[in-house]
């Protein structure tokens, strides 16, 4: 089976492409490897991937139309998993062009390409941003979506409105996958525990937002992986049980489904913070700062749905994925 991996260079689409390739698929990974943080690092995970002979790498960018159709029409790929975006909630304020460029059109071209070319199956990823400033918890993909706090969030959402608007009318099965802070070896350095990591490596203070009064559903990569993996078999289809009167946002009478996927157990902020001075072996500075614009109070993924069609669960604890992430980042950053 041939499988595109879009983002093959980052933090979710390296680790994916990495377990589908060790169970024997061919992969072709995509990254436009842009500078929003180190290329570096992008770099140095692709190198994990490079020992397979069934992997190849292509440098495009999704908002490259003739290129896309090109891929497409070469490639004739049977499924296709789109991780490639533009990340990041605070940059959407500073860049917001790259976020509709990337995260819109981009996705446009890859929906254009798996119509055309009759992909069996598109998994996307959408994110829990996308639940905005929704105050139930824990978040349900029957939750209402529809109040944004981010141009990152609202460009996820529109994800999901044209993947559905494409299974509607092409019959493309689309299932989308909202994912709750992901961690782990090799993640982005914009991301909490590479911050903190750093900071406190180089005895700087960490900046605690909210003064720590936040909570996030932690999951560890190896998680939302297997995740990923098991949904890819489980190809999207018309449920019977949508009702037009009365629509559930997840599902539908089209080829479309929507998940969240995540830990379920949802961490303060200070406690994760607590978890990574031990497995580092000192203490943090704090600086404690005020509520960044675009971020939310709380994340708190419910997946029984996940786990009803594809037997989805959580199994890594928070400190033993703290510890393999402190593990990585110390070799990586001070002993590589």
């Given amino acids: 089976m041939k499988i595109l991996v879009t983002g093959a260079a980052g933090f979710i689409g390296m680790h994916l492409a990495k377990r589908l390739l060790e169970t024997g698929e061919e992969v072709v990974g995509i990254d436009n490897l842009n500078d929003y943080y180190a290329v570096s690092l992008k770099e140095d995970r692709l190198k994990q991937l490079e020992g397979f002979i069934n992997f190849r790498f292509i440098r495009m960018d999704l908002a490259d139309r003739p290129a896309m159709e090109a891929l497409f ?5 049977d499924k296709v998993v789109n991780l490639a975006a533009q990340a990041g909630v605070r940059y959407s304020l500073q860049n917001p062009h790259a976020y509709v460029n990337s995260n819109v059109v981009g996705f ?13 199956h ?3 990823a959408s994110s829990s941003s996308v639940y905005g400033s929704n105050s139930h918890m824990p978040f349900s993909e029957q939750d209402n979506v529809d109040h944004p706090v981010s141009l990152y969030a609202a460009t996820k959402k529109s994800n999901e409105l044209m993947a559905h608007t494409y299974s509607h009318l092409y019959g493309l099965p689309t299932t989308g996958l909202r994912f709750f802070t992901v961690y782990g070896p090799w993640g982005r350095p914009d991301m909490a525990p590479s911050l903190f990591a750093s900071a406190m490596m180089e005895d700087r203070p960490i900046r605690v937002f909210n003064e720590g009064r936040m ?3 932690f999951t560890y990569i190896d998680d939302i992986v297997e995740g990923v993996v098991r949904i890819m078999d489980v190809p999207a289809t018309p449920a019977p049980t949508f009702d037009r009167n009365r629509p559930d946002p997840a599902i539908s009478d089209a080829p479309f489904r929507v998940y969240n996927i995540g830990n379920h157990e949802p961490v303060e902020l200070m406690t994760f913070i607590q978890i990574m001075e031990k497995a580092m072996g000192r203490e943090a500075k704090k600086e404690m700062l005020p509520m960044q614009p675009g971020d939310v109070l709380a994340t708190w993924a419910d997946i029984d749905a996940l786990h009803g069609v594809a037997g989805f669960k959580p199994y890594t604890p928070l400190e033993e994925g703290v510890g393999k992430f402190v593990a990585w980042f110390t070799q990586y950053h001070f002993q590589g």
């Fill in 108 to 120: 446009l071209n890859v929906l254009e390409g798996c119509r055309h070319h009759k992909v069996k």
């Fill in 215 to 217: 909570q996030r559903d």
């Fill in 122 to 124: 598109l998994v996307y």
């Fill in 73 to 77: 029409a070469e490639e004739k790929f």
